[in-house]
Nanobody, 120 residues
Framework: QVQLVESGGGLVQPGGSLRLSCKAS????????MAWYRQAPGKQRELVAS???????NYVGSVKGRFTVSRQNNRNTVYLNMNNLKPEDTAVYYC??????????????WGQGTQVTVSS
């Protein structure tokens, strides 16, 4: 079955760094647009960073210059490098894979999430 498995979350002090990984199984990975979302308690789920099948990236303004999203298609893996972490980055981070080439074909998969806690 299709799986997206995140890893790399944990507890880190403000100013620290983490790298999140998301490995996909049972999808044609290179055609999918990949993204990282996060959700903090009491807040809506937020798109943090995305990378298209062609490698174009986008970031929410609050993480620009601090986070970097990348992908390695030969490993079916997308990464989120997070630097200079702030307490406001604390959330559950989710990996998303999306493929919607036609109105009839619309695939959208989610990982289970990984907790990132930034605290002193």
């Amino acid at each position: 079955q299709v799986q997206l498995v995140e890893s790399g979350g944990g507890l880190v002090q403000p100013g620290g760094s983490l790298r999140l990984s998301c490995k996909a199984s049972e999808i044609t990975f290179y055609v999918y647009d990949m993204a990282w979302y996060r959700q903090a308690p009491g807040k809506q789920r937020e798109l943090v960073a995305s990378i298209t099948s062609l490698g174009r990236t986008n970031y929410v303004g609050s993480v620009k210059g601090r986070f970097t999203v990348s992908r390695q298609n030969n490993r079916n893996t997308v990464y989120l490098n997070m630097n200079n972490l702030k307490p406001e980055d604390t959330a559950v981070y989710y990996c998303n894979a999306k493929y919607n080439p036609t109105i009839e074909i619309n695939f959208d998969y989610w990982g289970q999430g990984t907790q990132v806690t930034v605290s002193s």
